[in-house]
């Protein structure tokens, strides 16, 4: 063996050494070698690896150091959705659950379920192909997440190669980035010796240490990851439980809790909650509650899914925390409906992990119930990522010139008489958009990401252009002009340039949420989806009735009711009119009730960047045209769409020598078959 080879077979010893001892500390809680003998392993193969440049790979433990800054996130499309959990509080609840699955598999025996600790932390996906890692995402809204490759490459309790073989072609682990109690004191002394702000809690300090720009930073933050499911799976046979899919990952490489266990109906879950609450101040990372999931696989798809979460799954938190503290005041917020909400600003309390300075009193009723005045003392409870609350008033403690709280009786914004309909418990300003506060949200709501996804229009700059009368409604926000936009305060050109292509991007949209983006009282982004699929089009839900619209998925006499006053007021009206010549544009809806099915059964991957649309509308028309759109190649894939900078897809697509499609050759494409 010549010296190259010797260096060249060292250099792979390496490799699976410290993998293996990575594999030691994060996922078995069991180091064999002090830290000392760890870091000459690394300088060792450095030192290799800066004398033949050759032998670095991707995979490299070297390799966990960062990249170079990214101006931003791109968006990664969730092949299967990434949907939350439903929330139990007490064994009642979780009971009530249990009896709901039993009716779903009409089973009178005891449902088997793996109970594990809910972690704190944020949860993300991981794209494997061939046992390699190529993509990792935040769950982001559960459809589209944001694009963390370079910064999860940095965290070394995560594999960039999955260990054995006969690996799945394709394979999308699903699980949660924390970051271990001791990590964040040490992050936080080390910010505090540096006069920085310290975290407020792990998870903020974990969320915030993933989305940094900089991967070189993620790289110096203590992150750890547990696996916990699967998404996307290709030429595998998965076992037929979760408890032997955990036994599968770990023999991946990839680490999983040490704290799950099987339990077989509501007393053995119950135990199980028990004992995990008892741990956890013993655990070496925070958590606030169980998660409860039907084992076998069969019966979580009998079982199904909600629009948001599965129905074979459950999180029962751990009873809130719960802090006393004086309520220093109480003012109103003007909301983008015009409701005004009453506020009680707090002397500041540290509850359920972070600082908490307001707590809404949500409407006069809820306020004059709890009896909630300026200068009580009051029990603030928050739980897990639950909006904190006013539990009660100490009322031992109020002070003889305690006055109970005034509900303005004209708005504080724009003076309007306040209306209250009858029944309702909020109170509203019926200004509409002449009340600058209901602009602002109003605005706002328009460019958010689930509506009009305005990137860089912040709440800064939408307050500075409804102060200066630029915008008062949507449709101004088109008319904008670069040199109106660079008169606004530290708005410098590029950054004003930035603003007006973003824009002009976002014209580009869907029918659901362009609906969505209006701000139709009660209208979610559920609602606004179930609107476009049933009515297909903007004029026939412009013209629908009462009936008509109550025949609609999601939509109640009351919905339909705020739909219908919605769209008979001309102003409205209007600014559609206005937002439609501005020229915001999307495909028709119709065309999924017609579509040709020349496509059908076709498998198509999105790569790139596209210039003339985003992913998600190409997907839509892909769609529509009867073909399936999946996140990875593999030999069943009929046609990869290639964008500008398209990487890794692209070079498997031409390796298994699949079609690829150029953008024009795509939008000639589904030009033809749609007629």
């Known amino acids: 063996m010549n010296k190259d080879d010797v260096v060249k077979a060292r250099v792979q010893q390496l490799h699976d050494e410290i993998n293996q001892h990575n594999q030691n500390y994060y996922q078995y809680d069991t180091p064999q070698i002090p830290d000392a003998d760890y870091d000459a392993l690394m300088r060792e193969l450095q030192t290799l690896?800066?004398?033949?440049p050759a032998l670095?790979?991707?995979?490299?433990?070297t390799q966990r150091v960062g990249s170079a800054p990214l101006d931003s996130f791109?968006?990664?499309?969730?092949?299967?959705?990434?949907l939350s959990l439903d929330n139990a509080f007490n064994e009642a609840e979780f009971e009530a659950f249990n009896k709901r699955v039993q009716g779903k598999i009409e089973m009178t025996d005891e449902v088997e379920y793996l109970v594990e600790p809910k972690l704190d932390g944020l949860a993300v996906s991981l794209l494997y192909q061939g046992g390699v890692l190529v993509q990792a995402a935040t769950r982001g809204d559960g459809k589209t997440g944001e694009n963390v490759t370079e910064n999860v490459r940095t965290i070394s309790a995560i594999p960039?190669?999955?260990?054995?073989?006969n690996l799945p072609t394709a394979l999308e682990v699903r699980g949660e980035i924390f970051m271990p109690l001791a990590g964040f004191e040490k992050l936080n002394k080390q910010a505090i010796e540096a006069d920085e702000k310290p975290f407020a809690n792990p998870r903020n300090a974990a969320a915030g240490s993933l989305r940094q720009l900089d991967s070189k930073i993620t790289a110096t933050r203590p992150l750890a990851f547990y696996a916990y499911g699967i998404g996307v799976v290709e030429d595998f046979v998965l076992p037929k439980t979760q408890k032997k899919l955990f036994g599968l990952l770990a023999g991946w490489g990839l680490p999983v809790s040490n704290q799950v266990l099987v339990a077989r109906g509501p007393a053995q879950c119950h135990k199980a909650y028990d004992a995990l609450a008892n741990k956890r101040p013993l655990l070496p990372y925070e958590i606030d509650g169980v998660v409860y999931k039907v084992n076998n696989f069969e019966l979580q798809e009998k079982i199904g899914f909600v629009s948001r979460a599965p129905r074979w799954a459950i999180a029962r938190k751990f009873p809130a925390q719960e802090k006393m503290t004086e309520?220093?005041?109480i003012d109103v917020q003007v909301g983008r409906t015009g409701a005004i909400t009453p506020v009680a600003r707090l002397s500041p309390v540290f509850v359920g992990g972070v600082t908490v300075t307001n707590v809404t009193l949500h409407n006069e009723d809820e306020m004059r119930r709890k009896d909630v005045r300026v200068g009580d003392t009051v029990i603030v409870r928050r739980a897990g990522d639950v909006i904190p609350e006013i539990v009660s008033v100490v009322m031992d403690k109020r002070c003889d010139d305690c006055v109970p709280f005034l509900m303005p009786t004209t708005c504080p914004v724009c003076g309007s008489a306040v209306e209250r309909a009858e029944g309702e418990a909020i109170i509203r300003c019926p200004a509409g958009l002449f009340c600058r506060a209901q602009v602002k949200e109003s605005i706002k709501h328009f460019a958010s990401r689930k509506a009009m996804d305005v990137d860089g229009l912040g709440d800064k700059i939408v307050e500075q252009l409804v102060v200066s009368g630029l915008v008062k409604t949507p449709a101004d926000l088109y008319r904008l002009t670069k040199e109106r936009v660079s008169s606004l305060e530290r708005m410098a050109d590029k950054s004003a340039n930035n603003l007006l292509l973003a824009l002009d991007a976002s014209k580009q949209t869907t029918l659901p949420k362009f609906l969505y983006a209006l701000g139709v009282r009660e209208v979610g982004e559920v609602t606004a989806n179930s609107l476009a699929m049933y009515f297909g089009r903007l004029d026939a839900l412009q013209g629908a009735t009462l009936e008509n619209l109550e025949k609609v998925p999601d939509v109640g006499p009351i919905v339909a009711q705020h739909i219908v006053a919605f769209f008979e007021l001309q102003h409205n009206r209007d600014v559609i009119?206005?937002?439609?010549?501005?020229?915001?544009?999307?495909p028709d809806v119709s065309a999924v009730s017609h579509k040709n099915k020349a496509l059908s059964d076709k498998v198509f991957v999105l790569t790139g960047t596209l210039s003339s649309m985003g992913r998600d509308q190409a997907k839509e028309i892909l769609q529509s045209l009867g073909a399936k759109v999946t996140g990875s190649v593999s030999k069943k894939t009929d046609y990869v769409v290639a964008g500008e900078e398209s990487g890794s897809k692209l070079k498997k697509a031409l390796s298994l020598d699949v079609m690829v499609l150029s953008e024009e050759e795509f939008l000639n494409m589904a030009k033809d078959y749609q007629g």
């Open 577 to 586: 009119t206005e937002l439609l010549a501005a020229g915001v544009h999307w």
């Open 74 to 82: 791109n968006q990664v499309e969730h092949q299967i959705p990434m």
């Open 160 to 165: 960039l190669t999955l260990k054995g073989i």
């Open 49 to 52: 690896e800066l004398a033949q």
């Open 56 to 61: 670095i790979s991707d995979d490299s433990p």
């Open 327 to 329: 309520v220093v005041g």
